[in-house]
């Protein structure tokens, strides 16, 4: 009995010296590696995340998480998407998961899968439940469906410093949406047409259009004074208005396709605005 | 009872001695220690990538900042090994100058100095080796390095002195001649005059086509001179006919192209034909000069 008691003693006080060890390989393991990202060393973190030691020290939560925070700071955004994703729900790392493969989603073009993947997630806290409604407006926007994000953006608080800003440059960027004046192609040639280069600047591109204008007119210039030296029928004449009718062909074509391209870069610019103040909320958030 | 209450006294007095027994100190230096073991013996067996990051686990947990340098120093030497020039450098350049690990600071040094060659900036690789010389003097290694670079910095003059001097250092008298000699052969005045000066070629290329064929393609320079002096006929002739916009435009935009783009083309070649001497400068001298020097 009295040995039964000794071993059990013994036992014990195994046992707590485990208990008193707080530094345990996982955490170090962890510790190591968040280090390594927010060092940028950021070849090393991947050898460490190949390594066995690490994979077998983790979770399959945080392994997932700590890929997809790789891919993440190495700007690998679809690969971010497809590990933060795995994230259980039961994870102490899943709403930042959450947060960061949606807007991985958005970024790489995937607007529609950032929309089912966060749709459904509910949330408890208020704050987080005002970032997926920015997250979800800003996605809405970013598939023009000007509608649905009159729907979301009506239900801003404006009350957290971290959203405030970008809840404002939204409802901005839907007005500059909104007012956006689409151009006439048609319009545009038909400018060109009667002055070379006035369709390009209305399309906005003036200093092309001045271009255009100079180009046409000094080969047309050069042609007159063919013409008027030389008849219509002689060979610099004619070479020279080849010359001329071709630059003035091109001068209306380039004016047409200016104004797709206006309306291209216009485009681009919205969606990149969108994509930046949907990015600087999570970050103040979650960092 | 007694079993009871000694159970309830040994339990949190354990805890809270073990945790005082080893401090996080004790740990993290003991952890370092044998992961500077497993680091050491992953670059023996060429497994660079990971042992460049078990060094950075080392300079990580550890607090002894001399083990932390050691870290960084062979750390450097993977990422030399894997040809990241760069981020070695950003290695060396923590470690710093201490007075108090002589070594190590000069092996980093001379790390340094090397690694600037590798990624062409030789000034701060003769910075390095001015550093060394100061400190503990150049070793034969160093003062090689230190001729590459003036080399490349066409101070050849400086290049050649350095090499004689790398050349007397030979214990062998004869072997000590023949490298002088050879020495005096690379560096004569008709190899170096085929190096070409860029002041130079700006003054001259505002003849056309002349400095394309100072830069070494005379054939090109003088179709290039063709071609401008065409251009500026054409321009001459019609303005003379009473084609003045044909003359003024015509002429003046042909001219304006050849001409400036014939400069930029001088420029390039120049450029490219320098790099190509001083190159083959350098190799030969890496020929010329026994390994075992």
Redesign the interface.
């Known amino acids: 009995m009295r040995q039964i ?1 000794l071993i ?2 013994s036992l ?2 195994l046992n ?2 485990a ?5 345990t390989l996982p955490n ?1 393991n962890l ?2 590696y968040n ?2 990202i927010n060092s940028k ?1 950021y ?2 973190a991947r ?2 995340l190949k ?1 066995n030691d690490f994979i077998a020290s983790q979770s399959p939560n945080n392994y997932n998480y700590c890929m997809g925070w790789y891919y993440y700071n190495t700007n690998r955004l679809d690969s971010t998407a497809t590990f933060f994703r795995k994230v259980n729900p039961t994870s102490n790392f899943y709403n930042k998961s959450i947060f960061w493969a949606t807007y991985s989603l958005m970024h790489t073009n995937q607007v529609d899968d950032a929309i089912q993947l966060i749709t459904p997630v509910a949330f408890n806290d208020s704050l987080l439940l005002a970032l997926k409604n920015l997250e979800l407006s800003g996605a809405y926007l970013l598939n023009r469906n000007l509608k649905e994000f009159d729907t979301f953006s009506s239900k801003y608080t404006y009350k957290y410093y971290d959203l405030s800003k970008e809840e404002k440059t939204l409802n901005n960027i839907y007005n500059d949406i909104y007012n956006f004046k689409q151009k006439s192609p048609l319009l545009a040639g038909l400018l060109s047409a009667i002055v070379p280069g006035l369709g390009k600047i209305y399309a906005k591109k003036i200093g092309s259009g001045f271009s255009a204008f100079f180009t046409v007119s ?1 080969l047309g ?2 042609t007159i ?2 013409i008027n ?1 030389n008849g219509i029928k002689s060979v610099s004449s004619i070479a ?1 208005g080849t010359l001329f009718l071709m630059a003035y062909s091109a001068n209306i074509y380039g004016s047409v396709y200016s104004v797709k391209s206006y309306r291209d870069e216009f485009n681009e610019m919205v969606d990149y605005r969108i994509k930046f103040n949907i990015h600087i909320p999570i970050r103040n958030v979650f960092n | 009872m007694i ?1 009871v209450l ?2 309830t006294f ?2 949190p007095f ?6 005082n027994v080893f401090s ?1 100190k004790d ?1 993290a230096d003991f ?1 370092a220690d044998s992961t500077f073991e497993k680091a050491d013996s992953l670059f023996k067996n060429g497994n660079l ?2 042992a ?2 078990e060094y ?2 080392v300079i ?2 550890n607090y002894d900042f001399n083990l932390s340098k050691q870290a960084l120093y062979k750390k450097s030497l993977c990422l030399k090994e894997l040809h ?1 020039y760069n ?1 070695a450098i950003e290695c060396l350049e923590k470690i710093g100058i201490s007075p108090f690990d002589s070594s190590l600071t000069h092996n980093s040094l001379h790390e340094l100095s090397l690694l600037y060659y590798l990624v062409e900036d030789y000034n701060n690789s003769l910075l390095k080796l001015s550093i060394t010389n100061d400190l503990y003097g150049l070793s034969k290694e160093e003062k090689f390095i230190k001729a590459l670079n003036l080399n490349e910095l066409y101070k050849f003059d400086s290049a050649k002195e350095t090499l004689i001097e790398i050349a007397k250092e030979e214990k062998n008298d004869s072997l000590s001649q023949e490298i002088i000699l050879n020495i005096n052969r690379l560096y004569t005045k008709k190899n170096l005059s085929k190096i070409k000066n860029s002041k130079k070629l700006f003054w001259i290329s505002f003849i056309p086509g002349l400095g394309i064929a100072y830069a070494g393609k005379p054939l090109e320079g003088f179709s290039n001179f063709l071609i401008n002096s065409a251009a500026l006929t054409f321009g001459v002739v019609a303005i003379i006919n ?5 003359g003024y ?2 002429g003046g935009i042909l001219i304006e192209k050849f001409y400036f783009g014939g400069r930029r083309r001088a420029e390039y070649l120049l450029q490219k034909n320098n790099y190509e001497i001083v190159n083959n400068l350098n190799k030969s001298i890496i020929n010329e000069i026994p390994e075992n020097s």
């Open positions: 008691k059990l003693v014990l006080f707590s010296i208990v008193a060890q707080t530094d170090r510790e190591f280090y390594l060393l070849d090393d050898v460490l390594s000094i210039s050069i004074e063919n030296k020279t | 079993t000694s159970l040994i339990f354990a805890t809270y001695s073990t945790s996080k740990i952890y990538e990971v460049a990051m950075e686990r990580f947990f990241k981020q009473g084609y003045y916009i044909s435009f015509g």
